[in-house]
């Protein structure tokens, strides 16, 4: 059987890995393209490298232009300048060494003065140089409206009068058109025809430069035409259809200089080398026009079939190893998994894997400043946080639905001579409702179970007509109810409870603890107890439940919410013996709570006794039957307020068992105990994480509004990972509500919305957990009055806020910068999705101000 079973499992790995290697293949399949010619018309020549920029009067050496004009070479023998500043003026000379024609660029700006040096050395270079053969006066310097066609023509003059080789100005091909009275001032018409700026798909670019060139030569016949800046860019954000690719570069060009060199044109292919520096100018495109990178190496394969990555298989082998890697760890003690399981997380593993090789890749051809590196470096880590949080929310999937058997299956004990010792329960209250309480009391007084006591601790409830009444309530319900006020106690809940230990009955053998709002059922210490008779065993949980779901539609969605954590999380931590013990139904040995106690340093002071219980060997026993039922927060506030200190409490836990958790030092936790324990908790601190990435967000989409031409979206890498987990989760939440908690899809998008509504209070918890050592602790009222309209809005004021600025982004970059190209369209989207839970948020905020079907006074949990 068992060989069989590794057969299977061999048969899923090798189809799935087939499956990735296959997408892989089938998005890096060949494609046909002419070879590039032996010899093309010319190169746009910027020999700048990485750290140069001419912005900076960073200029490349002698030897340097040496080495890249015997590049360029080898494949044209000519070569196109823009400026004579620096060492540039030195190319006509070197280029006499290797026989290049050069075409003299002058560049023309708003600053006159250097427009006057400019001209002077191109002028003394053109009369004194054999390799110039033509002069180039201003680039785009119309298009950029940096001087007038007055300004131009008189430029272009002075020029032509004073060198013997034809001179002309670049722009691009409308702006001839625009002004015809530029021809009657130039030797030969040199445009710009770039289709990738203007939005034509790769496959309609080459046709498009056919038919601007036939345009310009039927509007000025009489002039020759020269196509001095021809090309498409390797890398860079999409324009409309069009994509910057190094496939769709390498396909583009050979397929154009094909036809241009079968027509006769005169070009020059922008441009010989890549320049970073250009980035800061004409955004990330603006450094990936060359034929070859900054490294001289080129970009593309001259001859034979294309394909989009050329070290796709590579690439293929890592991702089916890292699949393989994260597969063998989630199926470490997986013996009651079922193959759909199994199948399912390979499936994820493999997804996950390739998604990881390929962000890294994308990002690796970039070129790098301090600035990318640093974010490059977050990126890395935050892809990786969010692939491990993927598989730890698969992995608790796969163990939900495709398990075979449970392994520590804890049912209720019926039989008569079940082990039946005495208990102590333990109700700590601080200021509650008296009828509340009083309602807790008489399902206690109802248990139908043979030997038991009820310690009520009230501590620091100052108002006598609130915990006298309760007082005097346990009097009537005779010795076995003894009630205590003791004020002030310091310690939070878990100071009330171990104030209540030493008074607790000798002859107990267990403490059991509910919350003051709690109505247990008569057969809960009956069914439960039993379970001590196991000496291993030192907790006895059973789930949390609640009374009041169908009050009002704000607690119905908080109802449905609330179901995952208990018949979901905490059934699959149970069969690895990793329960979180909560504060309420809960039971513990009586002789393991003398010894460990509960700690007052922790606002979740049940959870971390639950991990020490852990730590010294014990196990704990998790029933998903329920057998008590309490009430919720009634305000979306106190909703709020109860999951911060859930959360912020993690956090604490986290912390203070960091040698134990995370290094399995000092402790006996077993390694499927800290994994559920970690695992449990990333989800929480992904939320953490994602604050940082909502504000990146935000001051990214505010820079692409200020100044639209210079800042492009992000790379689809930097949001694809927080959506991905975004929508994996969300995805979780509606199939396993439906299969593992049996509500319909109308409950299971309620408790979507209801989580997603958490997230930023989640966030903040985390972070704060992160950075402090404590916090006030803050009760969750139970039977409050619903809040107002404005109380509720006020209640969601931060989420409000930060869904308001998601928005206006959204808008804004909709307004200035219009929807030219999927990148863009894509970010507006991120930035939408990136706003719906706190869009949640504003709906329970205003759900939880409807009227609810029962009024009551308030009450609360234990404070300091």
Request: hydrophobic share 45%.
């Amino acid at each position: 059987m068992p060989s069989r079973k590794f057969g299977l499992n061999l048969v899923v790995f090798v189809a799935v890995a087939a499956l990735f290697t296959g997408l892989w293949a089938l998005v890096n399949r060949p494609v046909s393209a002419p070879d590039w010619p032996e010899q093309i018309s010319g190169f746009s020549f910027s020999p700048f490298r990485l750290g140069q920029n001419p912005q900076k009067n960073q200029y490349p050496s002698e030897a340097q232009i040496l080495e890249d004009l015997e590049l360029v070479s080898r494949q044209t023998e000519s070569i196109r300048t823009y400026s004579v500043e620096g060492s540039l003026a030195e190319i006509p000379r070197l280029a006499e060494e290797f026989g290049l024609r050069v075409t003299l660029g002058i560049w023309i700006s708003p600053d006159q003065a250097r427009n006057e040096r400019e001209i002077a050395k191109a002028i003394e270079i053109a009369n004194t140089t054999r390799s110039v053969v033509r002069v180039v006066v201003g680039n785009e310097a119309l298009f950029r409206r940096e001087i007038s066609v007055e300004q131009l023509i008189h430029y272009l003059d002075r020029v032509r009068s004073a060198v013997k080789v034809p001179v002309t100005t670049s722009e691009q091909w409308h702006i001839w058109q625009e002004h015809p009275e530029l021809a009657d001032h130039v030797d030969l018409i040199a445009a710009h025809v770039l289709p990738y700026w203007e939005f034509v798909p790769m496959e309609e670019a080459t046709q498009f430069v056919l038919d601007r060139a036939r345009d310009l030569r039927r509007q000025f016949p009489k002039k020759p035409l020269l196509l001095s800046e021809v090309g498409w860019p390797s890398n860079g954000r999409m324009r409309g259809g069009a994509e910057a690719s190094q496939a769709d570069q390498a396909i583009y060009l050979r397929t154009l200089l094909h036809e241009l060199n079968a027509k006769g044109y005169s070009y020059f292919v922008i441009e010989a080398f890549d320049q970073p520096w250009k980035a800061a100018e004409e955004g990330s495109v603006g450094a990936y026009w060359g034929v070859y990178n900054a490294e001289r190496q080129p970009k593309f394969a001259f001859e034979g079939p294309i394909v989009a990555i050329p070290q796709w298989r590579l690439l293929a082998v890592l991702s089916v190893v890292l699949g393989l890697l994260s597969l063998t760890l989630l199926l470490i003690d997986s013996s009651s998994l079922r193959q759909h399981g199994r199948t399912f997380l390979s499936f994820v593993a493999f997804a996950g894997g390739s998604a990881l090789v390929w962000i890294a890749y994308d990002y690796s051809q970039q070129y790098s400043t301090w600035f990318s590196l640093t974010v490059g470096v977050l990126l890395g880590f935050g892809a990786l946080g969010v692939f491990i949080v993927l598989l730890t929310e698969a992995h608790e999937w796969a163990e939900t639905v495709w398990v075979r058997k449970r392994r520590r299956l804890f049912l209720p004990v019926l039989a008569d001579e079940a082990y039946r010792p005495k208990v102590s329960i333990h109700v700590p209250c601080y200021n509650e409702p008296p009828e509340m309480l009083k309602q807790t009391l008489d399902a206690l007084a109802n248990l139908d179970y043979p030997d038991y006591e009820v310690l009520i601790i009230d501590n620091n409830t100052k108002d006598p007509a609130v915990w006298e009444p309760v007082r005097d309530y346990c009097e009537k319900l005779g010795p076995r109810f003894r009630f205590f006020h003791v004020a002030p106690l310091a310690g939070f809940k878990g100071g009330a409870l171990n104030y209540i230990l030493p008074h607790t009955a000798p002859d107990a053998e267990v403490v059991a603890v509910i919350d003051s709002d709690y109505c247990v059922e008569p057969n809960w210490l009956k069914c439960m107890v039993p379970h001590f008779a196991d000496p291993k065993i030192a907790v006895v949980q059973s789930p949390q439940d609640y009374r009041d779901g169908e009050q009002s539609t704000f607690k119905k969605l908080c109802y449905a919410e609330y179901k995952g954590f208990f018949h979901i999380g905490m059934v699959t931590r149970n069969d690895r013996n990793a329960i979180i013990q909560h504060g309420t139904m809960t039971m513990i040995r009586r002789s393991v709570m003398d010894q460990l106690k509960w700690a007052d340093w922790t606002i979740c002071e049940d959870a971390e006794l639950g991990l020490r219980v852990f730590e010294q060997g014990y196990q704990a026993a998790y029933a998903r039957q329920s057998f008590g039922r309490g009430l919720m927060p009634d305000t979306f506030i106190d909703y709020k307020k109860q999951r911060f200190r859930w959360a912020y409490g993690a956090i604490q836990i986290m912390k203070g068992h960091a040698r134990s958790l995370f290094l399995g030092k000092g402790s006996q936790l077993t390694l499927g105990q800290r994994y559920h324990f970690i695992a449990g908790w990333l989800p929480w601190i992904a939320d953490g994480l994602n604050v940082f990435f909502t504000i990146g967000a935000l001051l990214w989409s505010a820079a692409m509004i200020i100044v639209p031409q210079r800042v492009d979206p992000p790379l689809m890498i930097f949001a694809i990972p927080p959506l991905a987990l975004f929508f994996f989760k969300f995805g979780k939440i509606m199939y396993l509500y439906r299969k593992a908690v049996g509500v319909d899809l109308k409950r299971s998008f309620q408790a979507a919305i209801a989580g997603l509504a958490l997230s930023h209070t989640i966030a903040k918890a985390v972070i704060y957990g992160a950075f402090t050592r404590t916090i006030p602790f803050f009760r969750t009222p139970k039977m409050a009055s619903s809040s107002g309209l404005l109380v509720a809005l006020a209640e969601a004021r931060e989420e409000v806020f930060i869904m308001l600025l998601l928005w206006g982004a959204a808008l804004g970059i909709g307004i200035v910068q219009g929807f030219p190209s999927n990148d863009v369209k894509f970010w507006v989207a991120t930035l939408l999705v990136q706003s719906l839970p706190y869009l949640a948020a504003l709906v329970m905020a205003l759900l939880s101000s409807m009227p609810q079907a029962q009024e009551a006074p308030q009450g609360d949990e234990v404070p300091a």
